[in-house]
Antibody, heavy 126, light 109 residues
Framework: QLQLQESGPGLVKPSETLSLTCTVSGGSISNPPSYWGWIRQSPGKGLEWLGSLYYTGATHYNPSLESRVTVSVDTSKNQFSLKLTSVTAADTAVYYC??????????????????WGPGTLVTVSS | QSVLTQPPSVSAAPGQNVTISCSGSNSNFKNNFVSWYQQLPGTAPKLLIFDTNKRPTGIPDRFSGSKSGTSATLGITGLQPGDEADYYCGTWDSSLDVVFGGGTKVTVL
């Protein structure tokens, strides 16, 4: 059974870089070939997709955050990571990692996230 | 402001049926599939519906999904106290990639 777990600092100072890692267990990050994504949820708010990557390292990002977000993969460790630069208080949120079921074969795209990690709260404060 | 529009809340008594709407546009719903997520209080979202109307293994058939034009609907029949949660729709957008609705809080009266 595939399981994901986020890890990283729970407190980041304004203007610094937020770095999180998602460890995948119960399966391989590259077999079957899959996308993997990061989603966040600000306190009391809805879901916001940050970015996703294919196991090969190909990425796509939320256009509103693209200048600050980087997602990368380490297949040897069965992990993928998120970096968000120049953070502000508005970046305070619970950050989730999840498998991304993106498939744009044919004329339509399907996209879903399953399973999700339990989430990790990151607070941006000095 | 979310790209997909959901009602903030719906409520019903146990045993009743509810529907949650999710309104999009041609850039997302016209050609693409919809997913729905259930988020119980204090937990991570869980996939409820994918490919507009398919249920992952373990999701009861009380939950159903449909789409017509640029709107999608999640249906819950026989509402139970354990269904009290936030529900989100999501899909692929040709310009914005992955988009979600703002979420709907379901209250069991």
């Amino acid at each position: 059974q595939l399981q994901l777990q986020e890890s990283g600092p729970g407190l980041v100072k304004p203007s610094e870089t937020l770095s999180l890692t998602c460890t995948v267990s119960g399966g391989s990050i590259s077999n079957p070939p899959s996308y993997w994504g990061w989603i966040r949820q600000s306190p009391g708010k809805g879901l916001e997709w940050l970015g996703s990557l294919y196991y090969t390292g190909a990425t796509h990002y939320n256009p509103s955050l693209e200048s600050r977000v980087t997602v990368s993969v380490d297949t040897s460790k069965n992990q993928f990571s998120l970096k968000l630069t120049s953070v502000t208080a508005a970046d305070t949120a619970v950050y989730y990692c999840a498998r991304d079921g993106l498939d744009c074969g044919g004329s339509a795209c399907t996209n879903w996230f399953d399973p999700w990690g339990p989430g990790t709260l990151v607070t941006v404060s000095s | 402001q979310s790209v997909l529009t959901q009602p903030p809340s719906v409520s019903a008594a146990p045993g009743q049926n509810v529907t949650i709407s999710c309104s999009g546009s041609n850039s997302n719903f016209k050609n693409n599939f919809v997913s729905w997520y259930q988020q119980l209080p204090g937990t991570a979202p869980k996939l409820l519906i994918f490919d507009t109307n398919k249920r992952p293994t373990g999701i009861p058939d009380r939950f159903s999904g449909s789409k017509s034009g640029t709107s999608a609907t999640l249906g819950i029949t026989g509402l139970q106290p354990g269904d009290e949660a936030d529900y989100y729709c999501g899909t692929w957008d040709s310009s914005l990639d992955v988009v979600f609705g703002g979420g709907t809080k379901v209250t069991v009266l």
